[in-house]
């Protein structure tokens, strides 16, 4: 050890002690491991709190040797060293004092983790050190505790695995009070989603004694929670209607509410009034109310009736961007109930002279859906009166004309389901996949067990191309749209109606081709299918059945990925001077009111074109 650090240390020299500033820190940083280890001698003592000199001369150490270890870059080496000090504050008094004051150990536990959370980022550092300062959340120290969750939320950033495997301490923090540290929950649920599963319902009650910052990372916690067990939040549903009138959280409490929807529609069927309400109000909700209302009317024909009511009454007032979204829920109850959609079908034609061609498509898929409607309907007519033919000739064979008939039938019926429609005019090239609902609620309609594959289209107009698909799980509109826009770096903007494509099927092709002037992308290989002749099998493909097979893996990664990685919502490719490149969108999740990117999307260039758009496209899997 130094002499001057020798002679401060041991004969607790506090005249002395300024002087230590005047060495090198070369000089100190070989002597650091001892110099910790007397200072911790020394701290802990129990009369260290009443000694007033001893506590000087400590203070003064410490902010000598973590300046040496920050000028020498030496943290790793002696981070060990450092931790063993932050615990033995635990043994000692850390509650304030009748006047606020913080005791002198919970002074040295404060200066060690500021120095040691510097290196947040560093994974060795940080696997030493939080799992001991996790224990100070539990101390009488509401300044201390508050230091801890600020610096737990900055090093979550870069280690939650290390922080997850103290949920149930974090968890039982934040129930007690501690909202600061609820910020931490989102990040680190799918890691360790066990205790707040088991703590649902308590984290709920937190949403009418917190403010409305600390709000915003429960709902997103919840929002998670949806996703996977959306039962636990049945109960909750009313509370949830409560907060769709905050302009800060109603767009995040729609997105629980949508995948409530989907998955049990029956738990917001009675609390459609303030859902209809915030689309009434903020009109950018309207997709997502429209999802909803598509879900609920699943459950029955009576709500079908409401629900396909509700849908029509806002086509004239719908926004174009939004159209294609209430035109497809419009589409997929009357794939459930044909009758329904024919009683609007002279007010959606009505929107087949729409300047979207993504609205004209779907009308046009919608004509369609009726036109093999009635023509599945003629068929079974027609098998119906060969088979009463061939009861009244022969009573033997009656068996057999009755599976015919059942099995023309049945071969209608996946033609109605399984058909693919390729449109082409002169200002836009479109491929689209069948028509059959890429949601969860549409099983009621005796898909059950199908698995979700979305639609992928490609349209051309002009100069520019764009290729849409279903929208990745941790954008604004989850079940919206992903863009790739193929333009000049000079027309880099365009409608963003043009970029809508609606999410068509559960399984189907995957086909992006367009031609190679206007820069093809091609990351599925599949064929657009056309309609079987009579008496023929549809042709499955082989990326079909391969996503069909691999679903829950692809679904899995997809999960993982976007709690750590945000997904763009769209891609364009680029023309500059002298190479292409790739440019990224995305939207913010929250849409706060203080958010920089409310209005627009947060672009970033890429040098890894392949990787984000591959990402983009499992996504829609």
């Known amino acids: 050890m130094h002499e001057l650090f020798a002679q401060v240390l041991s004969a607790k020299d506090l005249s002395k002690a300024g002087e230590l500033f005047s060495l090198e820190d070369d000089e100190i940083e070989k002597d650091l491991e001892e110099i910790i280890k007397r200072i911790e001698e020394i701290a802990d003592t129990e009369d260290y709190e009443k000694n007033d000199n001893d506590q000087s001369v400590v203070e003064i150490c410490i902010t000598r040797i973590t300046t040496a270890i920050r000028e020498t870059e030496k943290i790793e080496k002696h981070a060990v060293s450092l931790v063993s000090l932050l615990s033995m504050c635990l043994r000692h008094n850390l509650a304030q004092g009748s006047k606020d004051e913080d005791p002198p150990h919970a002074k040295i536990a404060s200066d060690v983790m500021s120095r040691l959370f510097t290196y947040y980022s560093n994974s060795g550092v940080m696997s030493l050190a939080i799992p001991a300062v996790v224990n100070f959340l539990s101390c009488n120290n509401k ?288 491929i689209t996949s069948p028509v059959t609902r890429e949601k969860k609620r549409w099983s009621r309609s005796g898909e059950e067990k199908k698995k979700e594959v979305r639609s992928v289209s490609s349209q051309t107009e002009g100069t520019v191309t764009v290729i849409t698909v279903g929208n990745p799980p941790n954008a604004t509109h989850p079940s919206g749209t992903v863009s790739v826009k193929s333009t000049a770096a000079a027309t880099e903007t365009g409608d963003q109606s043009q970029n809508f494509a609606p999410r068509l099927s559960r399984a189907s092709q995957h086909s992006i081709a367009n031609d190679a002037q206007k820069k093809t992308f091609s990351y599925a290989n599949v064929s657009t299918a056309t309609e079987n002749p009579p008496g023929s099998e549809p042709v499955r493909d082989g990326v079909q059945l391969f996503c069909e097979k691999h679903f829950a893996k692809i679904k899995a990664f997809i999960n993982n990925i976007s709690t750590v990685v945000p997904l763009p919502v769209k891609c364009s490719v680029v023309n500059g001077k002298h190479k292409r490149f790739l440019r990224l969108h995305f939207d913010c999740a929250c849409q706060g009111e203080q958010c920089l990117y409310t209005g627009s999307q947060f672009t970033l260039s890429t040098r890894l074109p392949k990787l984000w758009v591959h990402l983009m496209f499992l996504a829609v899997q």
């Not at 929950?185 to 319902?201: G, S």
């Not at 303030?274 to 309207?286: G, K, L, N, S």
């Not at 004209?360 to 098998?383: C, G």
Request: charged share 20%; with cysteine.
């Open 143 to 430: 300044d201390l505790v508050r230091s801890v969750a600020s610096y737990l939320s900055l090093a979550t950033l870069d280690n939650a695995h290390l922080l997850a495997q103290h949920m149930t301490l974090v968890l039982d923090t934040v129930l007690k009070g501690n909202y600061l540290l609820g910020q931490v929950l989102p990040q680190i649920y799918h890691l360790n989603p066990a205790p707040v599963l088991d703590h649902v319902d308590r984290l709920a009650e937190l949403l009418q004694s917190c403010d409305s910052t600390d709000k915003v990372c429960f709902i997103q916690l919840f929002n998670k929670v949806a996703k996977t067990h959306p039962k636990l939040l049945k109960k909750h549903v009313p509370l949830f209607c409560t907060h769709l009138s905050s302009s800060l959280l109603s767009s995040m409490v729609l997105m629980i509410l949508v995948d409530m929807a989907l998955s049990q529609p029956a738990a917001v069927v009675n609390h459609l009034s303030p859902i209809q309400a915030a689309a009434e109000t903020q009109p950018m909700f309207m997709y997502q109310v429209a999802q909803i209302m598509g879900a609920v009317g699943t459950i029955n024909k009576e709500e079908a009736e409401r629900s396909m009511t509700y849908l029509v009454s806002h086509l004239s007032s719908a926004d174009q961007s939004v159209l294609p979204c209430v035109l497809q829920e419009m589409r997929g109850l009357g794939l459930i109930w044909p009758d329904l959609i024919e009683e609007h079908i002279e007010q959606i034609s009505k929107l087949s002279g729409s300047g979207s061609s993504a609205v004209r498509l779907m009308v046009q898929q919608i004509r369609e859906d009726l036109r093999k409607h009635h023509q599945a309907d003629k068929s079974s007519q027609s098998a119906a009166g060969d088979t009463s033919v061939s009861l009244s000739s022969s009573r033997n064979s009656s068996s057999s004309v009755v599976e015919e008939a059942e099995q023309r039938k049945e071969r209608d019926g996946k033609d109605h389901h399984n058909t693919s429609n390729t449109t082409t005019d002169s200002s836009s090239s479109t």
